[in-house]
C-alpha cells in the first residue's frame, strides 16, 4: 500500500503563492504518473497537473501558466508550485499516483484563497 503525506496548503491572497509537497512511502520512479487534482464544494475532482516517469508534465487549462509540477527523486516527493491564486483556485488539493492500474490518493489539503 502507497502511503501519500501532503503538505502546504492554507489561506492566501489572491494573487500570493503557496507550494504543496506529496511524499510518497517509496520511490516514485514505481509510478505512472504522479499529479494533483482537486475538488472545490459542490464539484467534481478534477486534475490539476501531472508529471509522468519520463518526466513529460500535464496542465489543466485553468491553470496552465501560473502553476507548475516538479518532483524530487531523491526525496520521493512531488511538488505544485501555485502562483497568481485566484479565488476560484480554492479547494481541497489531492495528490493522486498511478502504478500499473492501482491509484493512490493523498488524504488532501485545503487552499483557500480570500482576501
Known amino acids: 500500500q502507497v502511503q501519500l503525506v501532503e503538505s502546504g496548503g492554507g489561506l492566501v491572497q489572491p494573487g500570493g503563492s503557496l507550494r504543496l509537497s506529496c511524499t510518497a512511502s517509496?520511490?516514485?520512479?514505481?509510478?505512472?504518473?504522479m499529479g494533483w487534482y482537486r475538488q472545490a464544494p459542490g464539484k467534481q475532482r478534477e486534475l490539476v497537473a501531472s508529471i509522468d516517469v519520463g518526466g513529460t508534465t500535464n496542465y489543466s487549462r485553468s491553470v496552465k501558466g501560473r502553476f507548475t509540477i516538479s518532483r524530487d527523486n531523491a526525496k520521493n516527493t512531488v511538488y505544485l508550485q501555485m502562483n497568481s491564486l485566484k479565488p476560484e483556485d480554492t479547494a481541497v488539493y489531492y495528490c493522486h499516483v498511478a502504478r500499473y492500474g492501482d491509484d493512490y490518493w493523498g488524504q488532501g489539503t485545503q487552499v483557500t484563497v480570500s482576501s
Open positions: 517509496e520511490n516514485i520512479f514505481n509510478f505512472n504518473s
